[in-house]
């Protein structure tokens, strides 16, 4: 009943529950205050928080860089040609040089600038590379012309020069795949592999692409280096009236050079197919820390309800229903967490995103981007809701007897 200017009121079923669930509620501020009552208690559980989320943010960012590393590596325009039967081992691969010649005189459609067919003959592999007298590592060469800048567009020169003999140009990842520093693959510094030394002449990037991990040299010094005289692949570019049917009906027609075509987005896309169980491990691994998270808030949350049992005991004599108690402690929980969760998210933005990690495919940027942020964020609150529920659940069923008794 309600007493107004006009006469009695009834409430209504829903009013009634909202009255008794918002209006009885306690104060926003006593939770705020509770948390600065126990500075001690408050900035271990913001630490432990914190750290969590972190990691979180390390998991995130380290597949979100994955999968751009791959999105960003294919063109749409850009078929590749390679061995028939090689999937996506492209090191394996191994066609006739003269491929490289049949495709653009058997194929319409080819882009060409200037005379210039973007036609790119290459040689990939995988071998042992040693910088600045480090131990040898594995890492990624790729033999290449110049027309290879007009198929590979998303490719720059940010310092030195194309390759010239003896030389080799590496991308800005190259140094994090062999596990060198910047500085000791700098232009002029040397590196050696298939028996030679090499010196490096500049510096690439690819806007975030596999290609960043690669070293480029000439394609006849690698042949050279190799005793090969076969290529790897031949990347083409088509133009606005190409069909890459075409291609792909060249290959078969040629049963006698063994060959196949695939869309570079195509051929990345299965890359990010055979990296699935990756992602999902890496995915695992987020759970798993969430659950530790977790189960670290529930063990600091019960240590802070069971020592205020006397407390929650007196609001609820004072009238304050259970459920106003247990929404005032999940709160304390939720404001801890939100601190933690910009805390780790400040964290993760200067000193995580943009980090470089070692791959089998060659080295990618960890990506803290607006879906990680928003990933972490989310874990972050659950942590503090799922951490402060069930203790507060808990202290409450001991009877209010029971609970002054602690007083």
Known sequence: ?????????????WEFVLVSLFFRLLPWEYAIRNLFRRPLRTSLTLAGLTTVTVLVFVVVGFIRGLERSLAVSGDLHTAIIFSLGMGENLEYSSIPMRTSDLVP???????????????SPELYLG???????????????????????????QVEIEKGDWPGPGEVMVGRMVATKLGATDGELGIGRRVVFEGRLWRVSGVFSAGGSAFESELWCRLDELQQAMKRQDLSLVAVTL?????????????KERLDLELQAVRETDYYAALQEDYKPVRWLAWLVVVLVSGAGVFAGLNTMYGSVIGRIGELSTLQTIGFARRAVVVSLIQEGMLLAAAASLLAALIALVFINGGTVRFTMGAFSLRVDSIAI????????????????????????????????AV
């Open 239 to 251: 133009g606005s009236g190409g069909n890459f049917g075409d291609i792909d009906l060249f290959c």
């Open 374 to 405: 928003l990933i972490g964020c989310s874990v972050g609150l659950l942590l503090g809701f799922f951490g402060a529920l069930p203790p507060a659940i808990r202290a409450l069923r001991m009877p209010i007897v029971e609970g002054l008794k």
């Open 127 to 153: 071998t042992l590379v040693s910088a600045a007298e480090r131990p040898a590592s594995m890492g990624l060469v790729r033999g290449v012309t110049r027309p290879a800048l007009l198929v590979r567009r």
């Open 105 to 119: 005189a058997s194929v319409s459609g080819i882009r060409k600038r200037y005379d210039q067919k973007y036609v």
């Open 1 to 13: 009943m309600l007493i107004t200017r006009h006469g009695l009121r009834t409430f209504s079923t």
